[in-house]
C-alpha cells in the first residue's frame, strides 16, 4: 500500500505544477478525495485481514 500513497502524492505534485482549469483541477480534487478514501478502506481490510 506503501506505493499507492507514493503514486498519490506524486500525481498531486503533477496537478499542482501543472497549469490547468479551474475546473479540471476541482474535478481531479474530488476524485482523489474519493480514490484516498477507498484507499483507506482497504488498507483497513489488509490490516484486519492479516491480524
Known sequence: MAA????V???H????ST?????FTIE???NNRLFSVETNKSKES??????
Open 4 to 7: 499507492h500513497g507514493g503514486f
Open 9 to 11: 502524492l506524486s500525481f
Open 13 to 16: 505534485k503533477t496537478l499542482k
Open 19 to 23: 497549469k490547468t482549469t479551474s475546473l
Open 28 to 30: 481531479s480534487g474530488e
Open 46 to 51: 489488509n490490516t484486519l485481514f492479516n491480524n
